[in-house]
């Protein structure tokens, strides 16, 4: 079973950045996707931003509206690490952030079969 493990959440004024992490288990993410999802107090869980493998040293990235132009989804060469970094953080961003992996992927949780823990952004305004 993939086991993933995010951090990196934290305290942050408006206007600052804060880099999340995201460590899985799995040697190789040769056929899952990645993605970051947040959910606010009382609210559901929101899409973030999701990439997955294309080839060699490659993988594609894609965001939701909300945080175009400020988050960056990325990953590393082994694929067994996510980073979502985020930028120009606005109180509306405060949420609990989860890693997640699945082999459909995409904008939506039900593509996703694995999650981590979960870390706290707090954005002050």
């Known amino acids: 079973q993939v086991q993933l493990v995010d951090s990196g959440g934290g305290l942050v004024q408006a206007g600052g950045s804060l880099r999340l992490s995201c460590v899985a288990s799995?040697?190789?993410?040769?056929?899952?996707?990645m993605g970051w999802f947040r959910q606010a107090p009382g609210k559901e869980r929101e899409f973030v931003a999701t990439?997955?493998?294309?080839?060699?040293?490659?993988?594609?990235?894609e965001s939701a509206d909300s945080v175009k132009g400020r988050f960056r989804i990325w990953r590393d060469n082994a694929g067994n690490t996510v980073y979502l970094q985020m930028n120009s953080l606005k109180p509306e961003d405060t949420a609990i952030y989860y890693c997640?992996?699945?082999?459909?992927?995409?904008?939506?949780?039900?593509?996703?079969?694995?999650w981590g823990q979960g870390t706290q952004v707090t954005v002050s305004s």
């Open positions: 997640a992996a699945g082999l459909r992927g995409g904008s939506s949780y039900s593509g996703y079969a694995y």
């Open positions: 990439t997955r493998w294309t080839g060699a040293y490659q993988y594609n990235a």
């Open positions: 799995e040697r190789t993410f040769s056929n899952y996707a």
